[in-house]
């Protein structure tokens, strides 16, 4: 399938101030500069198929709002959510689909069984905090008069029973939006992970106030300080152009991103192109990038993010993957 040309050309001038999602928020409490302004064209690659993931949430979306996990045979009821999620999107789903739906259905009576504990479920329903200008869309809220839960939905494989800091982080925050618009502080959040079940959370208010503290303090903070490391950089909005994470980068030792100097680009009879650039630590191929996607000549200095490890021996080589993006420069640096 072709891949289209997505040049953003939106310049953000957000700011810390801004409504932040707790994903945003989060990133704001490790590296004050991700609120600053984003000046280059990210161009990227945007397929019309869905990943794996987003038709699960969508499917799970559509069988709650049906009540077909109150059905007497909610695995058949999610089947057909997931069937009409996947009419909603064109093309096959990428990433580890036929697992994830395998997963989906065979948890499908797990999680109806604990859907069923609310008088009512909301699923993927915004929630603001307009004081703090908060805002976010938790996967399932369960309500009852005097209680809540909130589940979030993770169709990636865990491979154990932590949970990395950041998710804990997103689930206070969601955990105090509950408390905003419903009036309940949910005393337990759930991870519904599809390939080992629930994983339980206490929350409190002890636990919220200090997540909003941070937030506060991280929005108080000097914006023109950037403290760059792989988890915080990965999705940041300010990537390619941020110079103290291409600073930084260099010494990742799994980096995912390259900056240099096209020396020559292969192109194939599919449309796929592959890139050999010239970087600070030598020479680099980048292949399976949509040819089309591959405007800059010889000569020019290009910065490429979210690349996967190339599948060949050459563990310096590169691949391109359906989140990866690349640039042009010059670029505008503000940092
Ligand atoms: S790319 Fe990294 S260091 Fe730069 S602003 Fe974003 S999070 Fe901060």
């Given amino acids: 399938m072709r891949s289209d040309i997505a040049a953003d050309v939106n310049i953000d001038f957000g700011d810390a101030h801004d409504w932040l999602s707790p994903t945003r928020a989060w990133r704001l409490t490790e590296c004050a500069a991700s609120v600053g302004p ?20 969508r499917a799970v979306q559509l069988w709650i709002d049906a009540a077909g996990y109150r059905n007497g045979n909610p695995q058949s009821r999610l089947s057909e959510a997931i069937n009409e ?37 909301h699923a993927e329903r ?17 309500m009852k008069p005097r209680e809540a839960v909130v589940i979030d939905l993770k169709t990636p494989t865990s491979k154990d029973d932590s949970l990395q800091p950041w998710i804990i982080f997103q689930l206070t925050i969601y955990a105090h939006l509950v408390e905003q618009v419903h009036g309940i502080l949910p005393a337990q959040v759930e991870v519904f992970r599809l390939n080992r079940g629930f994983l339980p ?18 929005r108080e903070a000097d914006a023109s300080v950037a403290t760059p490391a792989p988890a915080t950089c990965r999705y940041c909005r300010r990537r390619l152009d941020c110079q103290a994470h291409w600073d930084a980068a260099v010494c990742w030792p799994d980096t995912d991103c390259v900056e240099g100097t096209i020396e ?3 192109r194939a009879a599919n449309g796929i ?33 979210r690349l996967r490890r190339s599948d060949s021996n050459d563990d310096s080589a590169f691949k391109w993957s359906r989140r990866s993006a690349l640039a042009v420069l010059p670029l505008a640096i503000p940092v």
């Fill in 38 to 57: 984003v000046v280059n064209k990210p161009i990227t690659s945007v397929g019309s198929a869905p990943n794996a993931g987003t038709v699960a949430h």
């Fill in 85 to 121: 999620a996947l009419a909603e999107f064109s093309g096959r789903p990428t990433g580890e689909w036929p697992p994830t739906r395998a997963r989906l259905l065979a948890r499908a009576s797990q999680l109806a069984e604990r859907l069923l504990w609310g008088d009512d479920v």
């Fill in 126 to 142: 915004e929630l603001l905090d307009p004081i703090r200008r908060l805002r976010g869309t938790p996967d399932i809220v369960l």
């Fill in 201 to 218: 959370l206490s929350m409190n208010s002890t636990s919220v106030e200090a997540a909003l503290e941070t937030v506060e303090r991280a």
């Fill in 264 to 266: 020559r680009v292969e």
């Fill in 273 to 305: 192109a592959a890139v050999f650039l010239a970087s600070s630590l030598g020479s680099r191929w980048v292949s399976g990038v949509p040819g089309d996607l591959v405007t800059a000549d010889v000569g020019e200095r290009i910065r490429l993010v």
